[in-house]
């Protein structure tokens, strides 16, 4: 039973406006190859200074400068920020999907009558 709504819950997430636009914005933003670029080249600066970190070391003042051009330059970009708004929205409701979740549970927890179907 739990997986059968698991899976009705999922499918209806899927057809939400809000799902729909992040996956709407998400393949607009692979499609832009300034964008792209410029994403790829902030996770490698990123992932470059996480390895000096735990090697002991610190990132350099040269890295942080370039991330913080990189971003500059990648919140210009209208298709990125459609998607950071699309995310934001996306991530709301599944706040609040989860927030009438945990109320069931804490309902069902406390309730006598006990169904299976």
């Not at 698991?6 to 998400?26: F, H, M, T």
């Not at 992932?47 to 090697?55: K, V």
């Not at 890295?63 to 298709?79: F, G, H, I, R, Y």
């Not at 927030?99 to 006598?112: C, E, R």
């Amino acid at each position: 039973m739990l997986e059968e709504k698991a899976r009705e819950l999922g499918r209806i997430i899927g057809q939400s406006p809000e799902y729909q636009a992040v996956k709407r914005s998400s393949e607009a933003l692979n499609s832009d190859r300034e964008a792209v670029i410029v994403l790829q080249q902030m996770e490698k600066i990123r992932m470059d200074a996480q390895q000096m970190i735990q090697r002991g070391e610190q990132p350099t003042q040269e890295m942080e400068q370039q991330l913080d051009d990189l971003l500059s330059q990648v919140q210009t970009n209208a298709v990125y920020q459609k998607a950071i708004s699309a995310q934001e929205n996306f991530d709301k409701v599944m706040y609040q999907i989860n927030n009438w979740i945990m109320d069931g549970m804490k309902k069902g927890a406390t309730s006598s009558i006990i169904t299976l179907s």
